[in-house]
């Protein structure tokens, strides 16, 4: 039995794979769409209890419970451009519309007077929290446990 029931719709679910195994060994049950259209018909009758979909900001027929915009920190200082020019999908504005704007993979130490340098850089709303997130990497384990090396061995 599972904690929760996951749909995630992303175009390049395939990078997404050490994630979903993250949740899976967590017990989540996870399934995997590319397309929001596929989506739609899978969500008529299958009990899904959360819903991730890249993409889904700009699309506003889709009304969700939480609408979480992430932007790169790596990428963020950048100046970038509305499609075709550029990557951005809508105009920086949109940010109005998100609950919560999320600024990933900054640096593990992340000082105040780094944080307003970042946050002028994008339409700031008192109303909409912005919080952060930094990558930690846990400790190495081998792929050659006992059971990988008797595969290894039977394909010999």
Known sequence: MSIATILWVDDEIESLQSQIIFLESKGYA???????????????????DVVLMDDAFQHRQVKTGLSVLLFDYNKIFEKDWMLPFGNL???????????????TKT??????????????????????????????????????????????????
């Open 30 to 48: 996870v399934y995997t769409l590319t397309n929001g259209f596929d989506a739609l018909e899978y969500i008529k009758t299958a009990d899904v």
């Open 89 to 103: 999908r809508e105009p920086l504005t949109g940010i109005y519309r998100a609950d919560v704007v999320m600024i």
């Open 107 to 156: 640096p593990k130490i992340f000082s105040p007077m780094e944080r307003r340098r970042v946050e002028s850089h994008l339409p700031h709303v008192k109303e909409i929290p912005f919080v952060y997130s930094f990558l930690r990497y846990g400790e190495l384990k081998s792929l050659h446990s006992n059971h990988m090396h008797r595969l290894f061995a039977e394909l010999d």
